[in-house]
């Protein structure tokens, strides 16, 4: 009669603590407080060391709080406050409050890497508040977000470490849109440049030649979507020659990893190729008379 071997079973719970301690560095912190904290008494141990929470990124967790912001950011509280200082990496997006932030900023003075993300939220008063409080930064990411010009150049002002910097906007196609203002505050302020990634910015040309001229130390330089940029001249031939990593305004998109939809306004361009429409040609009486009738007045016909 053949013998039937069972396979042996394992416990977990006799693996040694240090051995679970670098299972859980595998896992993010929401994974740890969401569940893994939950399963027994020694993991709920484990799961209270501060170098599991170095990092917390808050970034597509949509699914595992059901859209709950409030849940999303009690999490994240708990998260840094169990890092004990030791946090260096904080990441959130489509969500995040200005209290969140501050709470942030104000227990994490180590703080290494800060992305945001359509973080449509927080201010520009609370932003520079809090880059003021994290000296060491290395790497931002302001993705989709709405700061001005003034708040990026804080970063550049206030973290002299700063090696990584990224400011993504949606791709337009505008003629009467193009702006330098954030390209010269970083060509201003971040002279220690090595990475600067620009998708969708509405630099001209020579917006492009104040970062050269700036940040002489680039290495990589994305500038996919920047429709305004031309690279007249020799511009083009002297971003090769110092760029090692060149993204090129025209280039491939397929690994972006937010939506890289164009607002493009080529049919504006169709009927108004002078980049000025029939609504420049109205005099200020006559625009004054339209604002007024062309709304206002069919509401009379309403009776509330």
């Given at each position: 009669m053949e013998e039937i071997s069972i396979e042996e079973t394992r416990n977990w719970l006799e693996l040694p603590q240090d051995v679970m301690s670098q299972i859980f560095l595998k896992l993010d912190m929401v994974e740890i407080l969401h569940s893994v904290q939950n399963v027994c008494t020694l993991?709920?141990?484990i799961s209270k060391d501060p170098l599991l929470y170095r990092?917390?990124?808050l970034r597509n967790q949509w699914d595992v709080f059901d859209s709950d912001e409030n849940d999303m950011e009690r999490m994240s509280k708990e998260g840094v406050e169990r890092s004990c200082g030791q946090l260096v990496e904080f990441s959130m997006e489509h969500f995040g409050t200005e209290e969140l932030l501050h709470f942030m900023a104000n227990r994490s003075t180590n703080l290494r890497c800060l992305?945001?993300?359509?973080?449509y939220?927080?201010?520009?008063?609370a932003l520079m508040a809090v880059t003021k409080q994290l000296p060491l930064l290395e790497e931002v990411e302001l993705c989709h977000c709405s700061f001005s010009p003034a708040a990026l150049e804080t970063f550049g002002r206030f973290c002299p470490h700063l090696k990584s910097f990224r400011v993504d906007h949606q791709g337009i196609r505008c003629p009467l849109l193009d702006c330098d203002d954030e390209a010269f505050a970083i060509a201003k302020s971040m002279p220690q440049l090595r990475h600067l990634h620009l998708f969708g910015n509405k630099m001209t040309?020579?917006?492009?030649?104040a970062i050269l001229d700036g940040c002489p130390h680039l290495e990589s330089l994305d500038l996919r979507q920047c429709f305004s940029v031309y690279m007249g001249g020799d511009l083009e031939k002297k971003c090769k020659d110092r760029i090692k990593k060149l993204k090129l305004p025209n280039g491939p998109t397929e690994d972006y990893e937010f939506v890289a939809e164009l607002d493009d306004f080529e049919s504006f361009d169709a009927?108004?190729?002078?980049?000025v429409s029939e609504i420049d040609f109205i005099s200020e009486d006559e625009y004054i008379?339209?604002?007024?009738?062309?709304y206002f007045s069919?509401?009379?016909d309403f009776h509330f």
């Open positions: 993991w709920r141990i990092s917390i990124d992305r945001l993300a359509y973080c939220h927080i201010s520009d008063e040309d020579n917006g492009l030649r009927d108004y190729p002078s980049g008379e339209f604002s007024e009738s062309s069919d509401m009379d």
